[in-house]
């Protein structure tokens, strides 16, 4: 836990809290790297300490309850303190409570969330959702990629969700709330990380058999590096250097790869699967289902329903020779 | 209308007998119209598929046990997933609370005979049996529904959902709407018209008024998911474009109709166990209800403001800012009639004389789910929060401490309180007490740990997860927590069997209970009363012994044929004696034919579909022809 933020108040929080700060996983809510999910967090905590309050009251009462088991007759009972006993607790509490819970949260936290109104943003990044895949635009440049979205720190990114074919919802819990991708709509979520780093996020509305393999990596890296990455991913892809790529790519246009996928700069214009342009400089395959070396993309190619059953992609008939160049050439594509 | 002196003869409560007792063996069943045996075949309905509902859940735990594993894959684990929500919700609580408690306990408890419509009553059972087989037969057929219980489109669409599965859900629903709609007049009208002279509303136990509040929620909820399936069918079968956007339709016009019935839904699940919870509670604390007519309202106010709140399902989904405040505003104000019920009964334990028996203890574990489950309910209303965490684990651990905590655990407590009654056995208390602890163990076990992984970013309904996340160790607990809870249902199972056959003998009233159904022998008589009740108070029971009233002062003992009183809504002056109809095998013939014209209609002959129609419409012609004669 880098920020102090939420230091003192894990004392007060208790054991969940323990649970909770002894995970580094890169999903996690309540680690924040932007304003954004900043400010979320702290909602939590602050309705976490409310909730300990309420239901220590509650506890209370039970725990007098049962210590007065032994009594064996009820007391005579006080209709009017007893009502006004419920009114005070269950109503005018409550009331006070949830007004002040309304206007710091419905109020004050939202707009520190809300969807970037145009012109507040430095740049665009359009998500499109697809079955089981995310693809990334960068509009104004060519670049189109998959699966891993580099962003540069300390900007703020206008995310521009929609999807392709069923809902799908695009969420980076470390940086903010997460955005539903509906046909025939578009939502906008603001992508602001304060530090550099590699946010993992996960599609969140139930999309069908793969829902479960549909991560994505937000990229958040100084700007410098973002450019240079921005640079080599505008241009085409490079071209075959030795025989074996070039017999890759030949095969990559022949077989069915290029029904699917675009590799620009060659013929392969395919849009129903991910951008390949330059799938090396990715770090993982799949939507983040398998890691990007030499060894899991041949499986992939194989057998892709192994890893992710139910996926598009077919499994292609290749000799062990065909698949060796077929990977040479995709392991080239920086 | 026949009054007499009191005490009733023999002869007469000989002639009752007579009148009232049903055909014997399996015809007896099948053909029965006593609300008690309706309820009891809910009751063993219920609980088969109670029974599939927690294997499916079990499966899905042991699968989600560990990163990657491969116990099922991906289609079987959406068709468990989808089976799972649709079985708890339309073939277990729903029918259990209202088809079994309510049918078996609300005719005792305000003093009647039967309910207002039995013979609907028995089409209602038979409807409902019906839509379970028909949900399930897809699962026999490798095409349970597969899109989540919730069935978003455009994913159920016929393009990315080919098989028949959507079409069982869809027709499925609508076969389980029909049964429940009729179950639902049924309650508000033996409810208003049927109470015992003298029990005016504000004497009617607070069971009543939360089936009442529930009835009304069905009734008014129903349309809109018996509409979605309809618009459903005919875009997946005929082309309609109710829900693709290329055809100018909408996908969230499906999203808003689900949950405008969807949220009143969770109240129609909870309410019954708030009402079985006002009904234990006294009884055991030995005294009234603390803020007893505030508690009426608060059960009637949590139907009536659950339909405008609908929309915090959809948070997430880029509404206008305006709608999101009204919508969190709206689910921010049934937080109070719940908090007003759960101090009523903190405090009605803590200032009366409680004894901590089995029942008690169930109600004691719900009220803690329900406020863990209520206080994560309130983080939702928090519309940033929300939209950062719904679709998570967090939602399926808020979700279900309210349904499994706050719902199913009253049910538990209510099977133990009203076992005695049904049976005229008394259950074996210390087991009793073993499995509630062990369930309320496995509860939170199971549940607890789905906070913590959801706010680590674990998101629903997934059916395996990468390790590395810090999720692993949380999911372990969880499946382990859910063989627990199945030990203790297990445990109450074995206990209310045992009981069965070898518990000690109870006597009409165990437990000194306030309400009518108290004051009758265990098991009931046929019909429920000798001499129908007059009522003076809430707790015409302890009225009773208390104050030393009669209640069967008036003496309706009613032995002219199949008869029970109707009296006026508001302060039940007796107005006429009804006649109600016998046993009948009509309600079963017209629910086959039915649910065989909705088989025909999924395999696509509409032709033979009509035939069933026209065979129903002669059945229910049927229905009304024969009047058997009374004797």
């Known amino acids: 836990m880098k920020r102090g933020f939420f230091q003192p108040r894990s004392l007060v929080a208790g054991l969940i809290v323990v649970g909770l700060a002894g995970c580094g996983g890169n999903q996690d809510a309540l680690h924040p790297a932007s304003g954004a999910e900043r400010s979320i967090a702290d909602l939590w905590w602050v309705m976490l300490i409310g909730s300990a309050i309420g239901f220590g009251s509650v506890l209370f009462l039970l725990v007098l309850g049962w210590r007065r088991r032994g009594r064996k007759t009820s007391p005579p009972s006080n209709a009017k303190l007893e009502t006004t006993l419920v009114v005070t607790l269950g109503v005018g509490i409550p009331v006070v409570v949830l007004l002040s819970l309304f206007v710091y949260s419905d109020v004050f936290v939202m707009r520190s969330t809300a969807a970037p109104t145009p012109g507040s943003t430095r740049m665009t990044i359009d998500v499109i959702g697809h079955d089981w895949w995310w693809e990334v635009r960068y509009p104004g440049t060519p670049v189109v990629t998959a699966n891993e979205i580099h962003i540069p720190v300390g900007s703020a990114v206008n995310v521009v969700g929609t999807t392709a074919d069923v809902i799908h919802s695009f969420w980076v819990p470390q940086l903010n709330r997460k955005i539903d991708l509906i046909p025939g709509r578009t939502n906008r979520v603001l992508l602001e990380a304060d530090r550099p780093g590699r946010f993992r996020g996960q599609c969140s509305e139930f999309c069908g058999l793969q829902h479960a393999h549909m991560a994505v990596l937000v990229i958040a890296e100084p700007r410098a590096r973002f450019r240079a990455w921005l640079a080599n991913q505008e241009k085409p892809a490079r071209p075959p250097a030795t025989g074996e790529e070039r017999l890759g790519l030949r095969l990559f246009q022949t077989q069915a790869c290029a029904g699917c996928h675009t590799i620009r700069g060659t013929t392969a214009r395919g849009t129903i699967g991910p951008d390949l342009t330059h799938l090396a400089s990715r770090g993982t395959l799949a939507a983040l289902t398998l890691p990007n070396t030499p060894a899991a993309l041949r499986s992939w190619i194989t057998d892709p329903d192994h890893a992710k059953p139910g996926v598009k992609m077919p499994a292609l008939p290749l000799t062990g020779s065909q698949l060796d160049a077929l990977t040479a050439y995709l392991g080239s594509l920086r | ?631």
Not at chain 2, 18 to 33: D, E, N, Q
Not at chain 2, 212 to 233: G, K, N, R, S
Not at chain 2, 334 to 356: D, K
Not at chain 2, 575 to 601: G, N, Q, T
């Open chain 2, 1 to 631: 209308m026949t009054a007499v002196d009191l005490p009733v003869g023999p002869q007469r409560v000989e002639r009752l007998e007579r009148i009232w007792t049903p055909r014997p063996g399996v015809l007896g069943w099948l053909t029965t119209t006593d609300h008690k045996r309706i309820g009891l075949l809910y009751l063993f309905a219920t609980l088969m598929f109670f029974a599939a509902g927690g294997v499916e859940a079990l499966t899905m735990r042991t699968q989600l046990a560990q990163a990657n594993e491969k116990l099922v894959g991906p289609g079987t684990f959406d068709e468990l997933l989808t089976m799972h929500g649709i079985t708890m919700i339309f073939l277990f609580i729903i029918p259990i609370t209202t088809g079994a408690f309510g049918n078996y306990l609300v005719p005792l408890m305000i003093g009647a005979r039967d309910m207002a419509f039995p013979r609907m009553n028995a089409l209602s059972f038979w409807l409902f049996l019906a839509s379970g087989c028909f949900l399930y037969a897809g699962f026999a057929l490798g095409a349970a529904p597969n899109a989540g219980w919730f069935d978003y489109v455009p994913l159920a669409l016929k393009q990315y959902d080919p098989g028949s599965n959507i079409d069982f859900y869809a027709l499925g629903l609508i076969l389980n709407g029909a049964s429940s709609t009729a179950a639902a007049i049924n309650f508000i009208a033996t409810i208003f018209k049927l109470r015992a002279p003298g029990m005016s509303l504000n004497r009617m136990p607070l069971f009543c008024y939360a089936v009442l509040a529930v009835a009304f929620a069905l009734l008014l909820a129903l349309p809109a998911l018996t509409l979605d399936c309809i618009f459903l069918e005919l875009q997946r079968r005929l082309g309609f474009h109710f829900f693709d956007v290329a055809g100018g339709g909408d996908p969230l016009l499906w999203q808003y109709l689900f949950w405008i019935f969807g949220h009143p839904e969770v109240y129609i699940i909870v309410l019954p166990a708030f009402g079985i919870a006002t009904s234990i509670i006294p009884t055991f604390a030995r005294r009234r209800m603390v803020a007893f007519p505030l508690v009426a309202m608060a059960e009637l106010l949590v139907a009536f403001i659950g339909f405008g709140v609908f929309a915090h399902h959809m948070f997430a989904t880029g509404l206008a800012t305006i709608t999101l405040v009204f919508f969190a505003a709206a689910s921010m104000l049934v937080v109070i009639p719940s908090t007003i019920q759960v101090y009523a009964w903190l405090l009605t334990v803590a200032t009366g004389a409680p004894r901590f028996r089995a029942p008690l203890l169930f109600i004691g574990g719900f009220v803690v789910f329900f406020v863990l489950g209520g206080l994560t309910g309130i983080m939702f209303t928090a519309i940033p929060f929300d939209q950062a965490l719904t679709d998570t684990y967090f939602v399926v651990a808020h979700f279900h401490f309210i349904i499994f905590g706050a719902a199913v655990f009253p049910i538990l407590g209510g099977l133990y309180y009203w076992f005695p009654k049904v049976t005229g056995r008394l259950y074996h208390e210390r087991l009793a007490i073993v499995s509630f602890w062990v369930t309320f163990v496995g509860t939170t076990l199971t549940f607890f740990p789905m906070h913590i992984v959801g706010l680590l970013g674990m998101t629903r309904r997934v059916y395996t997860y990468e390790p590395g996340l810090g999720w692993d160790a949380y999911n372990l607990a969880e499946t382990i927590g859910g063989f627990t809870l199945a030990a203790g249902l297990l445990l109450i199972l074995g206990n209310l069997v045992w009981s069965r056959f070898n518990g000690e003998p109870c006597g009409p009233d165990p437990f000194h209970g306030g309400t009518l159904e108290w004051t009758v022998p265990s098991p009931p008589p046929h019909y429920n009363f000798a001499v129908i009740p007059t009522v003076r108070s809430p707790y015409p029971n302890w009225d009773r012994t208390d104050a030393g009233y009669d209640l069967e002062r008036g003496g309706l003992v009613l032995d002219a044929g199949h008869e029970t009183p109707s009296t006026e809504v508001r302060d039940a002056r007796l107005e006429e004696i009804l006649s109600m109809p016998s046993e009948s095998p009509w309600p079963i013939v017209l629910a086959a034919c039915v649910v065989l014209a909705f088989v025909m209609l999924l395999a696509g002959h509409v032709l033979i579909t009509a035939v069933f129609g026209v065979l129903g419409a002669l059945t229910l012609g049927a229905w009304h022809l024969h009047e058997p004669e009374e004797t």
